[in-house]
């Protein structure tokens, strides 16, 4: 019996592992995916040396991020976004089904996204993908802790004696 009580308490903390895996692996989905898409510049037609084609709307590139699992996203997007909020929450679907062991892309396939990385855009004068990549470990970190915070302290208790952690 006592062996059968340590069974369930190890396949009920690994469970909970798995489960915590995932919300750090969605935590971190969503940061990532809020930095590119916030940080994504968006058309200032007052700085163009010509006037800005008929009908312009600003916001095409923060629009044309996509995010998928497993494969990337192809195409373009005939899209704008201004603020950035519908693209974000077009993610929601994809950021809620992620979880630890998938591959997950973040992708603009716009013609002009290698030149706006490259500094090109007064916006993002040096990008956008390398200033979230060096942010990569805090964004990890945070996601990590916030997920840790809601183990509760019986809970913790309750695995340091069981376990003698």
């Known amino acids: 019996m006592a062996n059968m009580s340590f069974s369930m308490q190890i396949a009920e903390f690994i469970a909970k592992t798995k489960a915590n895996q995932d919300l750090a692996v969605r935590a971190i989905t969503a940061k990532i995916d809020e930095k590119l898409v916030s940080r994504s510049p968006v058309g200032d037609a007052s700085y163009w040396q010509r006037p800005p084609p008929p009908g312009y709307a600003g916001g095409r590139f923060r629009a044309n991020w996509q995010l998928s699992l497993g494969s ?93 952690l």
């Open 72 to 164: 990337p996203a192809t195409g373009k997007l005939d899209l704008t976004d201004k603020d950035g909020s519908a693209t974000i929450a077009a993610h929601g679907a994809v950021i809620g089904a992620a979880k630890a062991g998938d591959v997950i892309y973040f992708v603009n396939n716009l013609p002009y996204a290698k030149r706006i990385e490259e500094g090109w855009s007064r916006q993002a004068p040096i990008g956008l993908v390398a200033l979230t990549i060096v942010e990569f470990q805090t964004i990890v970190d945070n996601a990590v802790n916030g997920v840790r915070a809601g183990t509760s302290s019986s809970d913790f208790a309750q695995g340091y004696s069981t376990y003698k």
